[in-house]
DNA sequence: GGTAGATATGTCAAGAGTGACATAGTAGAA
DNA sequence: TTCTACTATGTCACTCTTGACATATCTACC
């Protein structure tokens, strides 16, 4: 089975939910992590289904359209659990502005240290959503957090992780743009600026 | 154009490589956040030639196959130089192990905690890999590593958010599996266990 | 001479993921 | 009434990526 298909059982294993729920959960705490287009949700749940790890049953609306509810079943519940203890499959990390940052010596400085400097500001606001987050979950769900059998322990700990990413993602960020502010203008430009 | 032809691109603007060259590196500082296999990575040369970025050389050895060495071309680095300073297009982050955890209320902790056991020490072998590298560069690079124009710095750059990464990846895993550890068991299996 | 392994270049089928297209029910505002 | 927006489900074409298949050169060893 696709990670995919794991990404939804796991949010199936929480609460039953329509392929539109899904959808938006999939912006949401495990979105951050695993992201899906409804494109890909549906097709996914109809082979999910097929192979019986989840049902659904249409449940009918008055003030909105019908909707399909999934739940999952005790062989995708089964499946599910075998899964989260394996060990991943190692997949490349990609990120882009670490690919732009190996050009950046061909750049203009100015430039490059506005570029940084924007991606700074937007993990630094990512981080400070999930610290938020993190405040409240700490709050209300106290108790809980010790307790790794329980799914709000679960939707903590990739609280943490995504705090952690974001971090560490707008630290580098302001490395790299007070790196290329403070550095002297190059030989050619220095003549013509120093005094 | 696609972004492995700007991490293509951008390899070939520090030297001229082969196919194969290229292929290796993809495994290497820059192989850390962008990579490909060699079967992408003909195929784009062979766009990148025909979009008039890059040019080739038959280059005939004695003791190996002959090769193509591959040079950027000018109308390549000025292509490269505007993407680099161009905000990135915003991708999802996709972490397999976050999606695990986010279904670990499910599993047996024990299997649970030695999971995220594994994969910290992992974590922590690449980071230490990572930090030799970095000596090393600090040792033998000096005075580059502060000169954002030389491809050093650049380097440099990409290997500084390389620890980042695994530093941050490494302390989830043991908050995680350190939490899983210290959980009292649940009520059902303490009472056989309790002396 | 055979054969294993690194070097070197390529193709192809299949899966994962995106963005656009398509349809339809319902609510509320203009 | 029309238009917009949200809910809800689906398909399709295209791109990116992987893994397998395919071929060939050269060295070193048995």
Known sequence: MATLGYAILGLLAQEM????????????RVGNFWSARHSQVYPELARLEEGGYVTHRVVEQQERP??????????GLDTLKEWVVQPPSPKPTREELVLKAYSIWLSDPAKAARLFRNEQRRHE???????????????????????PETSRFASYATLRRGIIYERGYAEWCRWVADSVERA??????REEKSQ
């Open 184 to 189: 002297p203008e190059p030989a050619g430009e």
């Open 66 to 75: 019908d909707k399909k509810v999934y739940e999952i079943t005790a062989e």
């Open 17 to 28: 939910l329509s392929g539109y729920d899904l959808t938006q959960r999939m912006r949401g």
């Open 125 to 147: 606001e990512q981080l400070a959503s999930y610290e938020e987050t993190r405040a409240w979950m700490e709050g209300e769900w106290g108790e809980d957090l010790a307790r």
